[in-house]
C-alpha cells in the first residue's frame, strides 16, 4: 500500500501460527527489512514461546545472518520453503483474507498513524472472526483466537532472549524532551513517549526507535568496530504516529534548526582533590582501664540517683 500517495509504501507484517491461523504479532511499517522483521518476532516469542520452526520464503530478509542466527542461538529450526512454491508457507490464503476485509480501509487512512491504527483493527478482526479452515472442526471453535487458546510454544529461559539479541537492541527511556541517550549521542524518539521505556535497534548503518512494535524514527549510524563506539548518527526520519504529543510547542522548528541527533559533550572527569584533611584516630584504651573507666563511671552515677534517706543509712 501506498504512503501518503507518494512513491513510499507502507508493507504489513505478520506472524501468524499454521495449525490456529492465529496472527501472533502484526505491523504496519514503512520499511520491510531485517530490523522491522526482528522487532516482529522478538515481540511474538516473547508473549508465545519459541516454536519447533519458523517457516518463511526465501527472502533476503530471512536468510540474513541475523535472522537466522537468532533462530539458531534460540533453538529454532529455520524453514524455507522451495522456490516457485509460496502456498507452503500458507502466506497466500492470509494475503487474500487482507485484500478483503483491510485493504480498502489502508487506502482511505489519512497518514501514517492511522494506517497503523486500521492495520492494529485488521489484526484483531482476523483473529476472533471464524476461519473457513475451522468449518468442520467438531469441538465448534472456529475463530483463530480460540483454536490456539492456552497453547504456547517452549518458554524461553529468562534473559535468553535479551541475550541472543544483544548486539543488536538495547532499552533507553525517553527524556522530558522526547530524547533517548546513546552511547555519546542524543537521538530523538517523541516526546509524547516521555519517561518511557522504548527499544532502540541497530544493524547494518541502520538505526530504529520502536515502541510496542511502532516505529517513531529511524537514522543511519557509523559504527568504529575497534572502538565499538558509534561515531556518528545522521539521516533522521521521523514516523508520525498516535503517539505523538498533542502539547504544542512554544515555537515551531523547521528541520535544519531541529537536531534529532547530537553528540553529547565529552567531559572528562578530574580526580578529586585532596583538601589535606585526614581523620583523626581515636585514642587506644587499654580493655581493663576502659572497664575500670566504665565501672567507675556507672557507681558514681547510681548513687547520684538514690534517695538521701538511703544514703544517709549507707
Not at 542466527?69 to 529454532?76: A, F, H, Q
Request: with cysteine.
Amino acid at each position: 500500500m501506498r504512503l501518503d500517495d507518494d512513491d513510499h509504501w507502507a508493507y504489513s507484517l505478520c506472524i501468524f501460527e499454521g495449525y490456529s491461523r492465529k496472527i501472533l504479532a502484526g505491523m504496519a511499517t514503512a520499511y520491510q527489512d531485517t530490523v522491522a522483521v526482528l522487532q516482529l518476532l522478538s515481540a511474538a516469542l516473547a508473549e508465545y514461546g519459541k516454536p519447533e520452526g519458523l517457516v518463511s520464503d526465501n527472502g533476503s530478509v530471512f536468510t540474513s545472518d541475523a535472522y537466522e542466527g537468532l533462530l539458531t542461538e534460540l533453538d529454532i529450526a529455520v524453514c524455507h520453503i522451495e522456490k516457485g512454491k509460496p502456498w507452503q508457507d500458507l502466506a497466500e490464503a492470509q494475503f487474500k483474507i487482507q485484500l478483503r476485509i483491510a485493504d480498502a480501509h489502508f487506502e482511505q487512512a489519512a497518514g501514517f498513524a492511522e494506517i497503523q491504527d486500521q492495520h492494529a483493527a485488521f489484526v484483531e478482526t482476523f483473529n476472533t472472526t471464524p476461519h473457513w479452515a475451522h468449518r468442520e472442526r467438531a469441538d465448534g471453535l472456529r475463530a483463530p483466537v480460540d483454536v490456539l487458546g492456552w497453547v504456547r510454544g517452549r518458554e524461553i529461559a529468562a534473559g535468553a532472549l535479551q541475550r541472543a539479541l544483544r548486539a543488536m537492541q538495547v532499552e533507553r527511556v525517553v527524556n522530558g524532551r522526547g530524547y533517548v541517550s546513546v552511547q555519546r549521542f542524543y537521538i530523538y524518539a517523541e516526546r509524547g513517549l516521555s519517561r518511557t521505556r522504548v527499544s532502540v535497534w541497530l544493524y547494518e548503518g541502520r538505526l530504529h526507535v520502536a515502541h510496542r512494535e511502532v516505529l517513531l524514527a529511524r537514522y543511519t549510524y557509523r559504527y568504529d568496530r575497534k572502538a565499538r563506539r558509534l561515531r556518528a548518527v545522521s539521516d533522521p526520519e521521523i514516523s508520525r504516529t498516535a503517539y505523538a504529543s498533542p502539547q504544542l510547542e512554544l515555537w515551531e522548528l523547521d528541520d535544519e534548526q531541529w537536531r534529532k541527533a547530537t553528540a553529547r559533550p565529552y567531559e572528562r572527569r578530574e580526580p578529586p582533590r585532596d583538601s589535606g584533611a585526614r581523620q583523626l584516630a581515636l585514642p587506644i584504651v587499654g580493655i581493663v582501664g576502659l572497664l575500670a573507666a566504665l565501672t567507675s563511671r556507672c557507681t558514681h552515677d547510681a548513687s547520684a540517683t538514690l534517695p538521701r534517706r538511703a544514703r544517709a543509712r549507707a
